[in-house]
Each structure stands twice: as structure tokens, then as C-alpha cells.
């Protein structure tokens, strides 16, 4: 574990789903539908999709162990995809997508805010997520802080996906941040694993579906939801 200093921080990069965004709130009801969608109303057959991706669609939870909660896309589509010989891979990923960019998230926090608090405080702020591109950016411009952000990756903007961690260097890279002054702020151990492996300190939050004790041996901090953040900085 890293002894972080607030006062050092220059950058934070956060991951979306579960961070920015409460996962349960959000991705529970999208799972649903989709799920209802792809098996066109057969509820058996929804049920049976569900199984295969980690998620209860008569409780309407995902597993704490599905690996869509830190996964891609394409990862999505793998599992998928056998069930539907009549559907490329392509359609499928589109599919995918288009219904995850017309999703209604749920803020973890009240996030326009906080955003314009670190940023008014010099902090170079972004977005890394395991998501696709074109749906992060159509969340982040739902929740009206797109601007807020200085650089935004998803697992298809070419620098890979977490736990790698070409997404963090990329950012800090782009805002001119050393990654020993950057943090990696994220809700599961492929974020944090990734920050690790970049060399940024580590914050875990608790609005995705992880426990403190999943986290804490990835994270030199866990905080409840980003909100906290501004305290730790000591920002007035």
C-alpha cells in the first residue's frame, strides 16, 4: 500500500459504471430490459440469458462475481453470441451498445458539483471505463459534465481495457501528469489492479457492487462514494 499525499495529486481518472455512476441502480433495470428484449418476451428463455451473463432477472441483480460488472463489451457479446446464430457478432455488439448509450444512469453523487470543486482546485480530471466509447460519452453528456472532463477512454478507444493499464497512461500522458501524482478512482480490482500497474495511487468506492474487504487489498484508500473526495484533498 501507497502513503498518499493529498497535497501531491495533481490528476484523478475515474472509472464510470459503479463510480461516477451507482452500478445497481443503474445496470439492474438496463439488464432487465435488454435481457427481455433479446429473448422477444420469452421470459424462460430472458431467465436463461441471464444465467449466462451472472445476473438474476427474477431478483433483477447481478451476481457480485458476474463478470460484467468490470467487463467489456466484448465480453458481453462472447458469451452471447452462440445463443443467436442468426446475429453477427456485430449486430450483437451494436445491440449492446445502443441500448447501454439510451440507459438513464444514476448519479452516485450529485456529480456536476464535484466535478466543477476538483477542476476550480487545478486537478486534470477523466474518464476510463471498460464500457464502450460512444455510451460513455452519451452518459457523461446526459449527466451534463462532459466538459468536465479532460480525457475520456473506453475499452474500444485503442489503449486496451483495465486491469491493463494503458487507458491510465494514456490519460496522464495527455494531461501531463506523472502517474505518481494521478489517482485511479474505481469500484472494482480491474480498476485498481490497473492502477497499480500504472503507478497512481488507488481509491476504492463502495457504489458498486464490491465490499471494502474485495477492495482493500488493490486500494491505498476506500472511501464510501466520490463525494468524500474533497474532504480528503482538503479542498475549502
Known sequence: MTELNPRDIGAILFDKDGTLFDFGATWNAWATSFLSDLAEGDRDRAVALGALIGFDLDAGVYAPDSFVIAGTPDD??????????????????????????????????????????????????G????????????????????????????SDSGYGAKPEPGQLLAFCSAVGVAPNRALMVGDSAHDLTAGRAAGMGTIAVLTGLAKASDLEPFADLVLPDIGYLPNWLGLE
Open 76 to 125: 458481453l457479446v462472447e458469451a452471447l453470441v452462440p445463443e443467436f446464430p442468426n446475429l453477427s457478432r456485430e449486430t450483437l455488439f451494436r445491440l449492446i451498445n445502443d441500448e447501454a448509450a439510451a440507459t438513464p444512469m444514476v448519479e452516485a453523487v450529485s456529480l456536476a458539483p464535484l466535478l466543477k470543486r476538483l477542476a476550480a482546485a487545478g486537478l486534470r480530471l
Open 127 to 154: 474518464v476510463a471505463t471498460n464500457d464502450a466509447e460512444a455510451p460513455a460519452y452519451a452518459h457523461l453528456e446526459a449527466a451534463g459534465v462532459l466538459q468536465s472532463f479532460d480525457f475520456i477512454a473506453g
